[in-house]
């Protein structure tokens, strides 16, 4: 099986800071990406960022500049710096990871089971 467990996730007031963490295991033979997906209530499912295991990076735009990805390789970790947090930003996170578990295979999505951000005063 495939894990991937989500924490650092809480309540925190508006232009503060929170960091999240994800770490995947179990039967993983390579990763090509990892990322971070939010939705809020009543809303579809959306892209925060992503960034590759050759370190390529990708951002929402309502997030430049106040998020910042990053990942261990050799921890098959990935981490999202949040920053500035605005309460538009509360949401379930959830984390993504492209991986295949085996070579030769196929890639396939894998999904954390969300973390709770909330941003409020």
């Known amino acids: 099986q495939v894990q991937l467990v989500e924490s650092g996730g809480g309540l925190v007031q508006p232009g503060g800071s929170l960091r999240l963490s994800c770490a995947a295991s179990?039967?993983?033979?390579?990763?090509?990406?990892m990322g971070w997906y939010r939705q809020a209530p009543g809303k579809e499912r959306e892209l925060v960022a992503t960034i590759t295991s050759g370190g390529s990076t990708n951002y929402a735009d309502s997030v430049k500049g106040r998020f910042t990805i990053s990942r261990d390789n050799a921890k098959n970790t990935v981490y999202l710096q949040m920053n500035s947090l605005k309460p538009e930003d509360t949401a379930v996170y959830y984390c993504?990871?492209?991986?295949?578990?085996?070579?030769?295979?196929?890639?396939?999505?894998?999904w954390g089971q969300g973390t709770q951000v909330t941003v409020s005063s």
């Open positions: 993504n990871a492209d991986l295949r578990r085996f070579y030769p295979g196929n890639y396939y999505n894998y």
């Open positions: 179990g039967s993983i033979f390579s990763i090509n990406a």
